[in-house]
Structures are given as structure tokens and as C-alpha cells.
């Protein structure tokens, strides 16, 4: 069972590991620690204010930060009680939403989730589809614009400056092609697994109350990083 000792935090840490409720921001530089008190952080929740692993998640942004998170909580209480955390990076986090609801957005189980090679032969059909095959539109520039504009959250068209973008209606109805054609493939993509759970939550009010209400502790790691839609 894990057991708090203040020696091992200067007083800002301690005050990160110990914080009771609302919202924190911790600032700290590179080295500081930042993972190690956050690991701190979920062990203090769970052993000594008697926390439900389950209503916590924390997030990171590589697969390797989120496997050492994973490994420091499971060093200091257990494998089983930090295997009840929802600990993970953003997009693994986004994936197992969409496992549980995307059929509420027309999607089938099992879903595929397809990389950059499977987007760039997508893009290649689409210019083929709309006889745009050997113009000047590049597919890893398409691809880069499909990109901001999911992160983005937007239509293509209210993306800045595309209204007046000469190629700002031929990018959208690429855009819109390659959203019909991913769909009929039942797969997603990178920026699918943050964009699709937050339209679930937009359009299913059920579904994000009941994450809302079990998900009670979110720790983010390296906050700074994160974009509007995450």
C-alpha cells in the first residue's frame, strides 16, 4: 500500500500530489519531475483518499511516456489497482471510446484504424474519383489539410482565408470524398480517434454525462501541448 512521506517532494510538488479538488496547473521544466508526481499524484488518490481507480485517467501524448506513467503507479500500488486506471495516451484514450459507442455514429465493430500509407492511397482514389488525377494538388499536402482542418473541428470551408482560397472548394470536396470513402472502409484515422469521441459527446448527451460523471480525476501530462479538440 502506497505511503505518503513529504521528504520526497519539495513543497510545489508536494502541493501537486496532495491538491484536493478543482483544477491545478503545474509549471515545471524539463527533468523537473513532472511524471513522477503525477504517478505520486494517482497513488495518494487511490491509497489514501480512498479514490476508485476507475474514475481516474491520466494522459500523455507517446506510447512510451504513457508505458513509464503506467509503470511508476504500478510500482507504487500494484499492477491490479493501476490496471483499473485509465492510463494511456490521448489517442488510445479516444480509441477505447469509440469502441464502446461508434455505432452511434454509423460506424460497425470491429473498426479498423488505418495509417498514413492507407490515408495517401485514399487520397489518390479520391483525385482519381473527381478527375483531379495529375493536377497540382500533392496527396501528403491533402492529407496535412484534412489534418487541421479535423483538429480544427470545422468544415473545410470556415477554415481561415478558405472562403477566398481559389482551391478552397475543390480542397472541400476532396475533403468530403475522403470522409465518405474512409467511412465506407469502417475505419479511422489518426485524428478520427480524438474528433469522433468528441462528436459522440456533442450529439449524445448521455454518453458524455456518464463519462463526466465516472471520470472523475484528469491529469494531463505536458498540457502545454494539447491542441482545442483534446
Known sequence: MYQYQPSLFNPQQRDAVLHDEGPILVLAGAGSGKTRIIAHRVAYLID???IDP???VAVSFTNKAARELRQRV???IGSQKAGKCHLSTFHALGA???RAHIGKLGWKMPFAIIDNDDQIA???NVLKDLHLQGSSHDPQSILSFISRVKTAHVKPLDM?????NPQGRTLARIFDHYQII???MNAVDFDDMIALPVEIFEQFE???RSYAESWRYLLVDEYQDTNELQ
Open 48 to 50: 489514501c483518499r480512498h
Open 182 to 184: 474512409r467511412k465506407s
Open 206 to 208: 448521455d454518453v458524455r
Open 96 to 98: 477505447n471510446i469509440l
Open 122 to 124: 485514399i487520397i489518390k
Open 160 to 164: 481561415p482565408g478558405m472562403r477566398w
Open 54 to 56: 476507475s474514475s481516474i
Open 74 to 76: 504500478a510500482d507504487l
